[in-house]
Nanobody, 122 residues
Framework: VQLQACGGGLVQAGGSLRLSCAASGRTFNRYTVAWFRRAPGEEREFVASIRWTDNRKYYAGSVQGRFTISNENARNTTYLQMNSLKPEDTAVYYC????????????????WGQGTQVTVSS
């Protein structure tokens, strides 16, 4: 599975961005897709995940109510809609996928996309 993440950019606090994670090589329909982020000098952090088999979603507490993860089957793509962005959301965002794991431990995901930078100015 090859993952292509895009959609990052520079936005003011309170603004919105939508990240996309498109898969090639396999369809997502039996996978969990997750978003992680890494801020400068920080550890990688789980953001959200979606299990394509039953559409079950999980969110980190820090983004609950502001971010929404979703799928588009026709495009084999997972999205992360980010609203009410805060400066502390600034990070490189990565998407990851795994056939068998659906939790928040990044080391348990087999496939990773390249990162996309999100910068939120105050």
């Amino acid at each position: 599975v090859q993952l292509q993440a895009c959609g990052g950019g520079l936005v003011q606090a309170g603004g919105s961005l939508r990240l996309s994670c498109a898969a090639s090589g396999r369809t997502f329909n039996r996978y969990t897709v997750a978003w992680f982020r890494r801020a400068p000098g920080e550890e990688r952090e789980f953001v959200a995940s979606i299990r394509w088999t039953d559409n079950r979603k999980y969110y980190a507490g820090s983004v609950q109510g502001r971010f929404t993860i979703s799928n588009e089957n026709a495009r084999n793509t997972t999205y992360l809609q980010m609203n009410s962005l805060k400066p502390e959301d600034t990070a490189v965002y990565y998407c990851a996928a795994d056939r068998y794991y659906s939790g928040d431990r990044g080391n348990d995901y087999d496939y990773w996309g390249q990162g996309t930078q999100v910068t939120v100015s105050s």
